[in-house]
């Protein structure tokens, strides 16, 4: 199985499944022509399509418009099953930044179809994680940048505060239906500004404090 690292901790730990969230930002949802949803959207991916800094991202020859989403990942330290709100964050052990690559034009003719996308979110390499950081070094989980730059150029840029569904609300939601468990990462949505990645690009993704102090980055290249 794959494992991600928690700053400080002796030891990897196992990621049990991905859990992402769809359409968490209002601009992300109008770039994409839908909806903001009025309860938390999510889907899986495989743990097996975990990559980490200095790895690569493996383009599949089955598509032709391979995209970008910059994310806050939150990594679960205790799990459990209908989480009450107000304690829905001491179940959180870290927080990182990932990103959550997308076979768009794979994702959009199997919506159209009305079939399953799994392969557009699920495939080998899609998703880049960084390095975990305790809760204890990050603060307020609703007042942080991320940022997501291609070739050293800015794709990518918002603030936690603009995200529809908090994440106590979105972890309270997940264990209605879910049983999180220790190890579970959850992808919080992304910003608007997804696009495109080509054979040869860099991709640096950067989680940091509202001064600009940087608690955790990644950077992979696309093969």
């Avoid at 392969?119 to 998703?127: C, S």
């Amino acid at each position: 199985m794959k494992s991600v690292t928690l700053r400080g901790s002796g030891e990897p730990i196992l990621v049990q499944k991905i859990i992402c969230l769809g359409q968490n930002y209002a601009e992300h949802a109008k770039e994409m022509k839908l909806d903001v949803p009025a309860s938390p959207v999510f889907f899986l991916k495989p743990p097996s399509a975990i990559i980490h800094q200095g790895e690569q991202i493996v383009l599949p020859s089955i598509s032709a418009n391979v995209q970008h989403e910059v994310e806050m990942t939150v990594l679960i330290g205790e799990g459990g099953k209908n989480i009450h709100l107000y304690s829905a964050l001491n179940h959180v052990a870290g927080y990182g930044v990932g990103l959550d690559m997308t076979l768009r034009d794979i994702q959009l003719e199997a919506k159209n179809k009305g079939l399953p996308w799994s392969l557009a979110k699920g495939f080998d390499t899609a998703a880049p994680l960084s390095e975990f950081i305790p809760t204890a070094l990050v603060g307020d989980p609703r007042a942080l940048n991320i940022q997501l730059h291609v070739n050293g150029k800015i794709r990518q840029s918002s603030s936690t505060n603009k995200l529809i569904f908090s994440i106590d609300k979105i972890i309270a939601y997940i264990s209605q239906f879910i049983t999180l468990e220790r190890g579970d990462v959850i992808y919080t949505g992304t910003p608007e500004g997804v696009s495109r990645v080509d054979h040869g690009d860099t991709l640096e993704a950067v989680l940091q404090h509202v001064d600009g102090h940087v608690l955790t980055s990644l950077s992979v290249s696309v093969q």
